[in-house]
DNA sequence: CCCGATGATAACCATCGGTTATCGATCCGG
DNA sequence: CCGGATCGATAACCGATGGTTATCATCGGG
């Protein structure tokens, strides 16, 4: 079976005539009835009756085309499908995200993303960058958020998209709430909220590096993400470095939020993928930081 | 798109392995991988993982299998039934029948057709031996049964069946009714209940023939069709001469129903068809006869 | 470190789909 | 009744392409 032929066969069908259905199919006439010559000779009846004056389909020829016609659409309908999903227009995209990214930057990546590919199916997980990075590896997603820096890795490629500023999270009654905007070194001997340094190892010594000059500070309380800390920061317990818009969409009462005075420290937020095994629709993804990035 | 590529493509998906999918589709080892990569051009994406130890597939092949097996089985499914339509097993047959074969040797050939080809599609229609001639011609049923002598018709082949033996109805008290057997020359002079000629001239002529030989009984009465034939001579309108077979399905009260002497007056069914023109299940039916018949 | 397994590549060949030229049949107008 | 036009079939030829064999490159394992 060919589809060619069948090609043939339905365009002789709609036209009941061989030379205007070879000129149809750009193709001459002398060919058009070879081929479906052998077409019939392949099924072992004629699909035709042919006068030189007449051409009709015969039984068998009224019974075949609409199968024949369903299955060149669906041939078709195939093609685009497979064309669509390799070109990253269709298909499935497992993307990870982080907790501290759905409000930032990556919201609006996943958004836009969303709006441009709607035939992709994105499946999204939250995690943490050290264990998306596992994903990633592990063949599970194809695409993830991450808080940089992250270590080298062969075949993995990180995006850079963007900074984020930090901000300080305080017990309502705290006294460097009485202060506008703060300065790293008010943090120097404070109790500190904080959160497992293997959730995003590149994130949490930058953050101490930056706010604490390298001397680590009092940590007097681990909580397994941001929610958890922020409740522990309204109880009082102690202080909290955080992404300010992540900040912004967990408005907890009895914390007081205040902003670095300039420059303000911040936090990156990046992609990796690995480019030699994703699907086209993870180019298509990344392609887009360029887009809303610039 | 070629149906080929796709079957290649599925084989290599079912063996992640291109020695024995080549194997298997009986063509060497390069070719496969020329066709598949040909493929993947025309996707546009790559199908396949390969290294020289591991063949897995893409995100794209993975999407593409499904569809691509579903599309091979229409495939197959359509060559299937275009090679049943094609050899007569299986799409649409119209027959035309008589009113008076269904009780007879046609009821045979029909029940054996329906069971040695429960595929085909048999549509029946119950006419009379001129009109089904004409529905012949005008290519509005494939084969017909006809009481035979009909003319010789261009493209129209006849078949002859076999004969059925004729008697005689008769009015429950009528004097020839006293008879066990009757002979051609008792029916002399008798009032007779008979039917149009144009509904089957050849039979309606070949009664005269052998029954009056040649002279026209006198018809007091002529009834569209045999039940209402019998009806009359219930009433005791006069006799009719029927087929045997046919009066046994009509059993009338009031009627008598006599044999002729031996060698009993016959009268003939046979087929017509169009050889040219016919679907192949049509070769197929007539064919039947030769079976049945022996 | 070499060997075996596996897919890719190279070079060649045959088949087949398509082309042009032409034929044969049918219908139509004069 | 004949000549031309229409249309599909046929013949002969050609080039693309799918398939072959031989060989290479890569990678994993003993």
Redesign the pocket.
Known sequence: M?L??LR?FCA?AD????????ER??????????????LEAELGAPL?E??????ALTEVGRVLYPDARALLAAADALEERARAVAAGRAGRLRVHTTRSAPSGPAAELVDSFRARYPAVDLELVTGFTGWNLEELRAGRSDVVFVRPPVGPDAGVEVVYLGDEELVVALPAGHRLAAQRRLHPTDLEGEDVVSWPRRNAPGMHDRIETELWGGRPPRVVREEPDDEQVLRAVAAGIGLAVMIGTRVGSLRFPGVAVRRFAAPAPTVGLALAWRPSVAPPSAARFVGLTGVTGS
Do not use: I, N, T, W
């Open positions: 060919d060619r032929r043939y002789v036209e009941l005539h061989f030379g205007r259905a070879a199919l750009s193709v001459a006439q002398p060919g058009l009835s070879q081929q479906v010559k052998v035709f042919r006068s030189s004056r007449r051409v």
